[in-house]
């Protein structure tokens, strides 16, 4: 973390200007966030299949304006044809006469059960409830986060302040949920930002993009894109801090933003559905940026490593064969591959394609000891060029079949 970048706490709330609430009702949400007269924007989910929020969110996003979010879980609003679209205006409008704001500048966005019917007289009661509760506190930013929440085990929420270029201090804060159907692809299951700095929708939009694509899109839990992800920032300007100055975004801000979607990207991985174990791969020596995220991924993205961590076996070959398929450029007699935890304990199991891990090595055994802890870093060597990537997961249990085996049910 650079030393411009102070954590703080507060969650999106830490934000002045912004205010939060949530409400609960048995497995239903509602959480809402208002940043009002913010300029905005947002990236999503590249399924094709989509859910009527995103529909609706990704039109009404092209305003370049949101005031409101009004976000639901324990229902996707996905499959749902014209009566979801419908629910979706039913929504806004609902939010738009108890709050005043026009309904082109409420986004919805949801998260559960797809193929069902929103439970409007459930969802309606809730979305009037959390406006009622809009405060700018830490509890109300938790509030928020918490009623995100489907199999999340903890909320998730960060907050952080920066000093620009130009001395002027500003401050990010967001919320995030997902634990299951995590491979994002230009989205990021549910993720709202909102900050205090002055910057247009168009260069929000450069800026998300950039942050998402080294954050959200490096972490994978089950390989399985969501309908419904969406990433949103919203900037309210309250600091009067410019962010772009001579036609470029200030790199503090960028840092800034990169540094709070990959801390709420890493609490995502970490609270994988049925995970024990948090994984972090770095690949170095790529030919390209592409072939280090390619490859990284897929050692993160990969059932049989992620299998290997939960039982605690070093398997190597796994990893080696997990960047042989991932298409990056590669050369099996050149690779490097080592394991280390977070005390700084490192096992090099293959140095520039030497096996090192045979069985009664002190590389192996060492490798054995760090499989075991909570947190496993893996480290690829391709001595293909100078590019690094790192992307972050979990394990895949037991537990994770079965969440998934009777989610529905």
């Not at 130009?166 to 995590?182: A, C, F, Q």
């Not at 990207?265 to 790529?286: H, L, Q, S, W």
Request: net charge negative.
């Amino acid at each position: 973390m650079s030393n411009n970048i102070k954590i703080i706490d507060g969650g999106i709330c830490a934000v002045e200007g912004v205010r939060a609430a949530g409400s609960r009702v048995g497995k239903y949400g509602l959480a809402v966030v208002e940043s009002k007269d913010s300029d905005a924007s947002a990236v999503f989910t590249s399924n094709k299949v989509v859910a009527a929020p995103v529909i609706h969110t990704r039109e009404m996003i092209k305003g370049g304006k949101i005031s409101l979010v009004v976000a639901n879980s324990g229902n996707a609003n996905c499959f749902t044809g014209e009566e979801g679209i419908e629910d979706c205006k039913k929504t806004i409008d609902f939010a738009s006469n108890l709050t005043g704001i026009p309904g082109s500048e409420i986004a919805t966005a949801s998260t559960g059960v797809i193929g069902r019917k929103m439970p409007m007289d459930t969802i309606l009661p809730l979305v009037e409830e959390s406006i009622s509760k809009l405060d700018n506190s830490s509890e109300s930013s938790t509030d928020a986060a918490k009623s995100l929440m489907t199999t999340d085990t903890y909320h998730k929420e960060f907050a952080v302040q920066t000093t620009l270029k130009t001395g002027e201090t500003i401050t990010i804060g967001g919320i995030t949920k997902g634990v299951g159907m995590i491979a994002p692809n230009m989205g990021t299951m549910l993720c709202f930002l909102a900050t205090d700095a002055k910057i247009s929708s168009r260069n929000i939009n450069k800026a998300l993009k950039i942050a998402v694509n080294k954050s959200f899109n490096m972490i994978v839990v089950d390989g399985d894109e969501s309908t419904n992800d969406m990433a949103i920032l919203m900037a309210n300007g309250k600091s009067g801090a410019e962010v772009v100055n001579d036609g470029e975004i200030d790199e503090n801000f960028q840092e800034a933003l990169n540094f709070i979607c990959i801390s709420l990207a890493k609490k995502m991985a970490r609270d994988g559905e049925g995970a024990t174990k948090f994984i972090e791969c770095k690949v170095n020596g790529a030919k390209s940026e592409d072939d280090a995220i390619k490859a990284s991924k897929s050692v993160i993205s990969s059932s049989l490593v992620k299998s290997a961590i939960f039982g605690g076996d070093p398997n190597w070959g796994r990893i080696a064969a997990a960047v042989g398929y991932s298409g990056a450029e590669m050369d099996q007699t050149m690779i490097t591959i080592a394991v280390s935890d977070d005390e700084g304990n490192e096992s090099i199991l293959v140095d520039k394609g030497e096996i090192l891990a045979f069985d009664g090595t002190e590389s192996l055994i060492n490798a054995e000891k760090i499989m075991q802890e909570k947190n496993v870093n893996i480290f690829v060597d391709l001595y293909q060029g100078d590019f690094t990537a790192t992307a972050w997961g979990c394990d895949l249990t037991y537990d994770y079949v079965k969440i998934n085996a009777e989610y529905t049910t």
